[in-house]
Each structure stands twice: as C-alpha cells, then as structure tokens.
C-alpha cells in the first residue's frame, strides 16, 4: 500500500480522486489516523451531488459514522490504479531484491524512481507527472 505521506503529496500536487468499489482511504481525524477504510457498496459508497462528493457509512459498521465529505479523506491508490494513472508514460517495473524500480517516460526524458514498495516507485512516478502536468 502507498505511504500516507506520499498519497499526501500526490493530492496536495493536484491528484483528484473519484471513489469506486475497492479504493482504500483513511480519514483526517486525529482519532482515526491508524485506521484504514474501503469503498464497498455494502459499507461505504460514494453519493455524488453538486455540492461534492460524500463518502456515506451503510448500517453501523463503521462506528456509526453516516458520512464524511471526500476533501476529509486522503485516497491510498494501489499499485494498479498508480500504474494505470501513469498511462503511456509507463514503462517498466523491475524488483532487485530490495528495491523496485519504476521507469517513465516523462515528455522525451527517460527517468526512474526506486523505493522498497512497489506501489511507492510508482507513486513517486506519478507525483513527478502531476507536478509536470502542473507547471
């Protein structure tokens, strides 16, 4: 799973999240901080409406909660959807036993990010295109 502190950065650079079944999140509340929820039709789902997005608690699962606005959450993405958000930049994932690797493409520049979880190379990738994106 992707570090708190590297999803952190990817929304404070400009990631958008827009909730589906099996995403991770945690929300920011001091109380909280150590726990780690999933989006699921059965538990939590995500209400869109014009005012934003609401992330609403079914039943009483979790802690009576009955909802949290999105802007309250921080999204821990996995190593498919960071991989899939890295598009056609992508180009390879290599493990060499203690570090994985990822390599992109990043306008004609060939770069790498290396860190001991795979899903943290690719995060760190994706935080170099959003902050590309962004200038």
């Known amino acids: 799973m992707i570090s708190t502190e590297l999803a952190a950065r990817l929304r404070d650079a400009g ?3 827009k909730p589906t079944d099996g995403d991770r999140f945690h929300i920011d509340a001091p109380e909280l901080a150590a726990e780690v929820f999933t989006v699921s039709t059965l538990t939590i789902e995500p209400h ?11 039943g009483t ?8 606005d999105i802007e ?8 498919d959807q960071l991989r899939s958000l890295l598009g056609r930049t992508f180009r390879s994932l290599v493990h060499d036993g203690d570090t994985y690797v990822v390599e992109v493409d990043l306008l004609g520049e060939r770069r790498t990010f290396a ?5 943290d190379a690719y995060g760190q990738a994706l ?7 962004a200038e």
Do not use: K, M, R
């Open 72 to 79: 309250d959450t921080l999204w821990l993405p996995g190593e």
């Open 127 to 133: 935080l170099a295109l959003v902050e590309l994106a």
């Open 48 to 58: 869109h409406y014009p005012t934003g997005t609401v992330l609403g608690f079914n």
């Open 61 to 68: 699962t979790e802690w009576a909660l009955d909802s949290v």
């Open 115 to 119: 860190a001991p979880e795979a899903a």
């Open 15 to 17: 990631l958008t999240w």
